[in-house]
């Protein structure tokens, strides 16, 4: 089984977001970046397959200048075979989705996974995109993935409950929570991640879709008044005085 795993480098979960100067970009002194945890589920799907199969390959890939290889590095450290970096500023989802496109087409790979959506912009807009480009069978959102001879068997997260699908080879997934475990990599394969092959890709030509005019934080929220435990009637004054009850 040959996978393509599509990633995104993201801020870390915990960062305190700032903009720069300029107000059209996150201001990133000070920020640490990993591997977008939703990406990281079928990053680690497609390793367990490789595992269980005995054979195949995994190859990473991102969009992104050289700042984004410390992240393909740590999927390699994961278990990935391969890394690729295609060399262009991520502006827009379509840009992004017309870059993985022509790197994978007529690469063969039976499989190509993203996150459901990356933790940053959360457009959900790429893997889609990536199918459509390509002609091929997407199913998002999914949970879990088995195979039935040369059937994938995909569970997938729908308003109030799951759907279990069927699709012929190769497909397009993006992933949620269920789809794996999240891994640590271990020191032999920190070791190992250094002498893995990294391709530079350059970037296909294009413009730019989407153009940023201006990012601003949201209002600031207004504080918050505590009233103790034992001042109930307090509470009920303040919320009758503002009309609530």
């Known amino acids: 089984m040959k996978s393509l795993v599509c990633i995104s480098h ?20 000070g920020v640490t970046f990993v591997i977008n945890p939703y990406d990281e589920f079928g990053l680690v799907r497609a390793i367990e397959i490789k595992e269980k199969t005995g054979s195949g390959d995994v190859t990473v890939l991102c969009v992104g200048g050289p700042e984004v290889e410390p992240t393909l590095r740590k999927a390699l450290a994961i ?29 063969g790979f039976d499989l190509i996974f993203a996150g459901k959506e990356s933790i940053d912009s959360n457009g959900s807009a790429v893997p889609g995109m990536v199918a459509e480009l390509l002609d091929l069978p997407f199913i998002s959102l999914a949970t879990s993935l088995e195979f039935e001879g040369d059937k994938a068997k995909v569970s997938r997260e729908i308003d109030g409950g799951y759907e279990k699908l069927e699709s012929s080879l190769p497909l397009v997934l993006s992933c949620q929570k269920g789809m794996a475990e999240w891994r640590i990599p271990n020191m032999r394969g920190i070791m ?54």
Not at 13 to 29: C, H, M, P, S
Not at 212 to 222: D, F, G, Y
Not at 231 to 236: R, S, T
Request: hydrophobic share 40%.
């Open 10 to 29: 993201v801020p870390d979960t915990t960062t305190k977001i700032k903009y720069d100067a300029a107000g059209k970009g996150l201001d990133k002194t």
């Open 79 to 107: 278990g990935a075979d391969n890394a690729a970096r295609v060399d262009m500023d991520p502006t827009d989802s379509r840009s992004v989705a017309e870059q993985i496109a022509a790197y994978a087409k007529g690469k």
């Open 192 to 245: 190992m991640a250094r002498t893995k092959p990294l391709e530079v890709v350059a970037g296909h030509p294009m413009d730019a879709y989407v153009l940023t005019k201006k990012l601003e934080l949201p209002s600031a929220k207004a504080g918050c008044i505590y009233v103790e435990p034992e001042n109930a009637a307090q509470l009920v004054d303040m919320l009758h005085d503002k009309g609530l009850i």
